[in-house]
């Protein structure tokens, strides 16, 4: 293991070290705490725990996402993280990566759950469909005639290196920027039945809003518990996409909670059935990065929550709504005695 790591490049060490991996020691220890992870998931135990954050209405609200990045002046957040200095950075999650490619990666376990995910064979399947849903989203945006890659700062994206992509003899690649291979045109395959472009080319309009809004609500019981969830109470108006951006300090073993996210539950109850009109989704820490620790922003569609709540005559009339946002940590795995504190930073809405 020393000879592996003495033997990487300063750029590639440079990048374990942002990730806190900065000796060989460092990096065999994490190695080792991977490998002796189980997977949760089994061919006798094969269910996901939440499988609506890999359901058509949640994808399709990732898919709504009518920007690349959010951050700056892009308030809506978008379809993939925020802006970053570079990739190890903590920035806020697009819903894509919050739902459907973290809760797979941490409900998969094993190795799947940790750094060195792309041991498990079950990663390409995970990222090539990763990828896919990426192409679709681009065949979105240019029939939206919005654009497929970051408005801003662009050039940091598309010179942004992959220092440790290698060739099948294990040779660096050279091609190896980010905007070496941001359109499909670089890959010698095409998708082509099966992808919600389908339909969508035919029921979409091209009048994609370029502006939001984004409101930060105040929360109660920040320090929270499964019977005490993070509240917060924002007045927005009708819209067609409303979704929460959730701030959550990362806890000290934040591989043993997940958080389910309700909107406008039932008073006094606190309930974390899928099936209940008022959930919205479930969010879960996930990837080594810089700062490890520090605080995550999670996006969690509330639309499809909300038109569910709609039909069952939940919701008030109005050009208004009130939201009162739950999210509700619940300890995965072992039962633990008590649950870890926990603290909900921020709970922001955005709708357009
Ligand atoms: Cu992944």
Do not use: C
Request: proline letters at 7%; glycine letters at 8%; charged letters at 15%.
């Amino acid at each position: 293991m020393t000879a592996f790591y003495t033997g990487l490049s300063p750029a590639q060490q440079q990048q374990l070290t942002y990730r806190g991996l900065d000796t060989a020691t460092a990096f065999w220890t994490q190695a080792k705490i991977d490998l002796f992870g189980k997977r949760s998931l089994t061919q006798q135990n094969p269910g996901l725990p939440n499988p609506f954050v890999v359901s058509l209405e949640t994808i399709n609200s990732a898919l709504d996402t009518p920007y690349f990045a959010g951050g700056q002046s892009q308030v809506l957040g978008g379809f993939g993280s925020d802006y970053a200095a570079q990739h190890s950075d903590i920035t806020s999650k697009g819903i894509l990566e919050s739902l459907p490619h973290d809760n797979i990666h941490n409900d998969v376990g094993g190795f799947m759950g940790a750094f060195l995910s792309p041991i498990d064979p079950v990663f390409a399947v995970h990222h090539a469909n990763i990828d896919r849903l990426w192409t679709v989203w681009d065949g979105m945006q240019q029939i939206r005639r919005l654009r497929t890659r970051p408005w801003s700062q662009g050039d940091v994206w598309y010179d942004e290196p992959f220092v440790f992509f290698t060739d099948s003899t294990g040779s660096a690649v050279m091609l190896n920027t980010a905007g070496a291979y941001s359109e499909i045109g670089s890959f010698n395959y095409i998708y082509t039945q099966g992808s919600p472009l389908d339909m969508a080319s035919s029921a979409m309009t091209a009048t994609m809003p370029t502006e939001g809004r984004r409101v930060t609500g105040t929360i109660r019981s920040a320090e929270m518990n499964f019977a005490r969830p993070a509240v917060s109470r924002i007045t927005v108006p009708i819209a067609q996409h409303v979704r929460a951006h959730i701030t959550i300090e990362e806890p000290a073993d934040p591989g043993a909670i997940r958080f389910h996210v309700l909107v406008n539950p039932p008073q006094n109850a606190v309930t974390i059935e899928a099936t209940h009109p008022s959930y919205a989704g479930t969010i879960q820490f996930f990837g080594r990065m810089a700062n490890h620790r520090h605080p995550q922003t999670f996006t969690v569609p509330l639309e499809n929550a909300l038109e569910r709540l709609r039909r069952a005559n939940a919701l008030p009339g109005g050009h208004e709504v009130i939201l009162e946002i739950q999210v509700v940590p619940q300890a995965r795995g072992i039962a633990l005695r008590a649950m870890p504190a926990v603290h909900v930073r921020k709970i922001e809405v955005s709708w357009f």
